[in-house]
């Protein structure tokens, strides 16, 4: 039997069978491999679209940039893998400081083997002066992204055995007695014998910035002041304070000298005479005033907005020529569809003097929202106590509402209306008489700053009504219990006890109950803030729908 199933025939069958196997696995593999080697170039190439990488970098380290810059930002509702984002960034920065890769012309600032150290944050920055300015704005975007991911990780460690990061909270060891419990589907937590910190501390980054000369002044005020606001997160305002002094430093470092100083040290506030302010100045005046009101030192604060508030509206007009934007036709979409974007220009250093512009003109709507909050904030007056505002509280309603209508006016101006578009969705052709702001009309950094005037206006608007209506709603409901039960209404819930009334009772006599006439009291009142917010919630809506059209209702 065995004889004849093995005969020539069935060997040949079987031979046949086997290459066939081999034969259409192999073209299944093929294929399989064809197809993930071509979805992996169109997620790159998406990727790069959306977060630009220096041309002049090396495709490894190309693709940990926007590797990191793609899972920082997450979908919404789930949170980044910082332990991934801050292991790419890291090894981009080994890649970039690599004279024999990346960094070839990247030196030290005390020679070719000396490096400055410092306790507790390590080796500060080099001189990278030689190297293109594309370069150098990636090299400052993975320094600046490897110190957010620091932040996250701040009280993480990882296991040393297995190489998993674990919140610090879960070890087990002598110095957590209390671990938290872990979660079944997770892995076991770690002892405290194998755990080492999971990423390096965030100052080790912003110093490495803050010490690394061919930076721009902006680009060192930037980690200036992310540096000064994690001190402020960890409670330790007098360093925070430090931190400031030091970015305020940097912005007027490299400005003309004149004869007006600029800024009062002492108090950070702006001259009322000085002229030719830059960017960096405003930027530096501005974080120092909010980390007085954030520590609730508003009387320091206030001085300090009113003096930018008054700067940001003296700023002359742009003299830039126009630069019109032209249509673009369906030669120009297909070469954007085929060859990849082009690397952004390099932003300015910021000690330029600062002019009017669409994207100041939202700044100025900001600074009045912020001004509003504080002079709202500072009455002591409990507005549930009166629903007619005190001074402070209707000032600070008035700078919320002129604020919230600056920067809605200002949107609709930059955003430009549907209908303009062409057919192939290009942006549109704009002709304007106004020689400053052809090219900021479609400033993006504009719209995004007055979208975020807007939805905080809105939101600031609205809870200062809310805590008036409520004083209305009450005195109102106050006066109608009184004309529905006579003399004898008292404030007191204990009224019905004095009076030896039952609530059976009354209803068997048709008597209204206090919450019943509360209940009538807020569906049927009418009064003046319980109009203006009902018309706020109009433009609650208007305003929803204006930046649903613009690509913009992540801010509402």
């Not at 809870?463 to 209506?469: E, N, P, S």
């Not at 729908?545 to 690509?551: E, F, G, K």
């Amino acid at each position: 039997m065995l004889a004849r199933l093995l005969s020539t025939r069935h060997k040949s069958g079987f031979g046949q069978t086997a290459k066939d196997l081999v034969k259409w696995t192999s073209i299944i593999c093929a294929f399989s491999c064809l197809f993930a080697l071509a979805k992996f170039g169109v997620e790159d190439e998406l990727l790069e679209r959306a977060h630009p990488t220096p041309p002049t970098w090396s495709w490894i380290s190309r693709w940990k940039l926007r590797s990191a810059q793609g899972a920082e930002d997450a979908e919404p509702g789930l949170r980044p893998n910082w332990a991934a984002v801050g292991a790419n960034y890291k090894a981009l920065i080994g890649r970039l400081e690599d004279v024999n890769g990346d960094g070839h012309r990247v030196r030290s600032q005390l020679g070719e083997d000396g490096h400055i150290f410092v306790e507790g944050v390590g080796k500060t920055g080099l001189d990278i002066s030689a190297m293109p300015e594309p370069w150098r704005q990636g090299y400052h975007q993975a320094l600046m992204g490897a110190a957010r991911a620091a932040e996250h990780l701040e009280f993480f460690v990882r296991d040393k055995t297995r190489g998993f990061v674990f919140p610090r909270s879960v070890v087990l060891g002598p110095s957590n007695p209390r671990p938290r419990p872990v979660a079944r589907t997770s892995r076991p937590p770690p002892i405290e014998a194998d755990c080492e910190p999971a990423f390096e501390p965030p100052e080790a980054f912003y110093m490495k910035i803050l010490t690394t000369h061919g930076f721009t002044s902006r680009q060192r005020l930037d980690a200036a002041l992310a540096y000064a606001d994690w001190l402020h997160y960890r409670g330790l305002n007098e360093s925070a304070r430090e931190v400031h002094a030091w970015a305020l430093d940097i912005a007027t470092d490299k400005l003309p000298g004149t004869s007006e100083p600029l800024i009062d040290r002492s108090t950070a506030i702006l001259s009322s005479e000085a002229s030719g302010l830059s960017p960096n100045l405003i930027l530096a005046a501005s974080s120092i005033a909010k980390h007085h009101a954030q520590t609730g030192n508003l009387d320091a604060a206030l001085p300090i907005f009113l003096s930018i508030l008054r700067a940001q509206q003296s700023f002359p007009p742009s003299r830039e020529p126009i630069l019109q934007n032209p249509r673009l036709g369906i030669l120009d979409n297909m070469k954007a569809l085929v060859l990849p974007p082009p690397y952004p220009q390099v932003p300015s250093s910021g000690d330029e003097p600062a002019t009017a512009s669409p994207a100041n003109t939202c700044a100025i709507a900001g600074t009045m929202l912020i001004i509003g909050e504080i002079i709202f904030a500072s009455d002591t007056s409990n507005p549930l106590d009166s629903a007619t505002p005190s001074s402070n509280q209707g000032f600070g309603l008035s700078w919320t509402r002129q604020a919230t209508d600056l920067a809605e006016s200002m949107l609709r101006e930059i955003a430009p209306a549907p209908a303009e578009a062409n057919s192939l969705g290009s942006p549109p052709h704009l002709v304007t008489n106004n020689t400053a702001r052809a090219e900021e009309l479609l400033d993006a950094h504009a719209k995004k700053r007055c979208a975020e005037c807007l939805s905080a206006g809105l939101r600031n608007w609205q809870a200062m009504l809310r805590r008036f209506q409520e004083a209305e709603i009450k005195e109102a409901t106050k006066a109608a219990c009184q004309v529905s039960q006579g003399s004898n209404y008292q404030d007191s819930s204990g009224s019905r006890f004095w009076r030896g009334s039952d609530k059976k009772q009354e209803a068997s006599e048709g008597v209204q109950s206090d919450e019943q006439v509360i209940a009538e009291s807020r569906d049927k009142f009418n009064g003046v803030w319980m109009q203006e917010g009902r018309k706020l919630q109009q433009r609650i809506v208007a305003a929803r729908r204006l930046l649903r059209q613009q690509d913009l209702d992540r801010f509402m």
